[in-house]
Structures are given as structure tokens and as C-alpha cells.
């Protein structure tokens, strides 16, 4: 069974960091990409930062270039989301997600998901 599990949300005031994990399960890592995904309330899914675990190149969205940085653990199959310098517009639930192959960062082309974590910016 294809498990994702998100940790490391939280509540940080504006400039602050955390560090966001996704930890998979049930499928050969290196076989995937991760993908980082936000969503705010009212607002659609979009695009943060992905990964293809076996050559770890990568994707990020312009609005988080120069602030995110995305990891992967091919050993302990987790991917890492280091977000600093952080913005309220920032605000959202941050899903991690797999599939198969390269990273192409598109929701829509990933088949798994995790449950999410809540990251709240204060100004």
C-alpha cells in the first residue's frame, strides 16, 4: 500500500522557516518523483517544487525561487521542503504527492497523495 505521510507544518510569523517532510512508503522511491503542492481556502491546487528521486532534477514554481529548496533521502525515502524567508501569501495546505517516473509538475499527473499539512505565515 502507497503511503505518504506530511509532517512539519506549523504556525511561524513572516521571515520565518520550517521544514516540511514527506515520508513515502509502498513503492521503490527511486522509481518516483515528489511533488509539493499548495492550496489555499478559495483558492485552486498549484505547483511548489518537484523532484525525479533518481537524478534529482528538479522543478520550482517562481514564486517560491530563491526561498524553497527541495531534498530527497533516497535512503531514508523522504523528501524534504525547506522553505525560508517565508510570506502570509505563503499560507495554505502543503500536499506531497508521487508518480511514477520523472517529475513533470503537474497535479493532475500524480496518482498519489498525501493527507497534508497546515502552514499558516503570520504578518
Known amino acids: 500500500e502507497v503511503q505518504l505521510v506530511e509532517s512539519g507544518g506549523g504556525l511561524v510569523e513572516a521571515g520565518g522557516s520550517l521544514r516540511l517532510s514527506c515520508a513515502a512508503s509502498g513503492f521503490t522511491f527511486k522509481d518516483y518523483a515528489i511533488g509539493w503542492f499548495r492550496q489555499a481556502p478559495g483558492k485552486e491546487r498549484e505547483k511548489v517544487f518537484c523532484?525525479?528521486?533518481?537524478?534529482?532534477?528538479?522543478y520550482s514554481a517562481d514564486s517560491v525561487k530563491g526561498r524553497f529548496t527541495i531534498s530527497s533521502d533516497n535512503e531514508k525515502n523522504t523528501v524534504y521542503l525547506q522553505m525560508n524567508s517565508l510570506k502570509p501569501e505563503d499560507t495554505a495546505v502543503y500536499y506531497c504527492?508521487?508518480?511514477?517516473?520523472?517529475?513533470?509538475?503537474?497535479?493532475?499527473?500524480?496518482?498519489?497523495w498525501g493527507q497534508g499539512t497546515q502552514v499558516t505565515v503570520s504578518s
Open positions: 523532484i525525479t528521486n533518481s537524478d534529482r532534477s528538479t
Open positions: 504527492a508521487a508518480r511514477r517516473g520523472w517529475y513533470w509538475c503537474q497535479a493532475g499527473e500524480y496518482d498519489y
